[in-house]
Structures are given as structure tokens and as C-alpha cells.
């Protein structure tokens, strides 16, 4: 059983722990109550649905520069559910590229992702820890053309290389 699916089948008691979370990262927070809890199984339940033999398929869209490189800046650490849901926000100026990739449960900020669904419960973001490894599947152009194929198979970190960030 994932932790997804033991939040999902008890979520009363882990309900302090989620309160805890949202206080924690300043979060407005409703009075906790049968609606709480209710909203706290319901997010667990949709993430776990997305749990397949212990890892999850994600997406991801960035902007990217034509010498891009996952291996000193790192795949990031928000991630959706569906690829229709990934949109680069805060991305350069440029062209962007969807990123399919496949994590271990492990490697998902369990509680940060449960987290944002208290704001919207129609929300699919999926927060990694910075020392995630990704294992990459696809990247394709918004147009749906392959695109970085090169980086296709291989696994990187969702954070930047430590290597690769000034001291």
C-alpha cells in the first residue's frame, strides 16, 4: 500500500498532519472538519489512481533553449498528472517542450502534493523532491513532434546538478 492509498483509506488520521502541512507553508486554512477530511481523501484517492507497481507517469512543460541540458539544470520539480494540465509558467523566453517522465512514489513530496489540492481540487501538481531521479520517456514540440530525443531513456534529477550551481 502506498502512502496515496493509506491517507485515502484513513484520512482522519492523518488529517492533523495535512492541517500541520497547509499552517506550515501559510496556507489559509478552513476549520478542519468533515469537509478537511473529505477534500484530504479525495486528493489522496485521485494521486493514487496514478500509482502503477510503486511509480507514477508525469508531465512537465518548460521552456527551453536549443542547448538545453537536463543533466546541469535539472527536470524541475512541478510535474502534472496529464499532459493536457502542463503548461511552462514561469519559462524563458523561447520554445517549450512537454516532457513525459516516469518517478518512484518515493521520490514524490507526498504531502506538498496533497497540499495544493486544498486550494483547488481540480489541480494535478505533483511536487518532486529536488533529488528525484526522472526517468525520462518522451519530450515532444507543442506541435506533438519529438523533439531533445537524445535525452529520451535517460534518467536525471528534477533538481540542477549541484556541480553546476555557483558556490
Known amino acids: 500500500m ?16 495535512m492541517l500541520d502541512v497547509l499552517v506550515g507553508m501559510g496556507e489559509d486554512v478552513v476549520e478542519e472538519g468533515e469537509d478537511f477530511v473529505q477534500i484530504l481523501a479525495q486528493a489522496a484517492e485521485k494521486y493514487a489512481a496514478h500509482v502503477v507497481d510503486g511509480r507514477m507517469r508525469l508531465y512537465r512543460a518548460i521552456s527551453v533553449a536549443e542547448d538545453w541540458s537536463p543533466e546541469q539544470d535539472g527536470l524541475g520539480i512541478f510535474w502534472c498528472l496529464t499532459s493536457e494540465r502542463a503548461y511552462p509558467y514561469w519559462g524563458a523566453p523561447g520554445s517549450h517542450v512537454v516532457i513525459e517522465g516516469e518517478v518512484g ?15 483547488a481540487l481540480t489541480e494535478e501538481e505533483v511536487r518532486l523532491y529536488p533529488t528525484a531521479s526522472v526517468q525520462v520517456l518522451g519530450i515532444s514540440a507543442p ?12 534518467t536525471f534529477t528534477a533538481g540542477p546538478n549541484s ?5
Open 2 to 17: 502506498t502512502d496515496f492509498q493509506a491517507i485515502a483509506s484513513d484520512p482522519e488520521r492523518h488529517a492533523d498532519t
Open 143 to 154: 506541435d506533438g513532434s519529438p523533439a531533445f530525443q537524445e535525452h529520451v531513456g535517460g
Open 163 to 167: 556541480s553546476s550551481l555557483a558556490p
Open 105 to 119: 512514489v518515493d521520490d514524490v513530496n507526498l504531502w506538498v502534493t496533497l497540499a495544493t489540492e486544498f486550494s
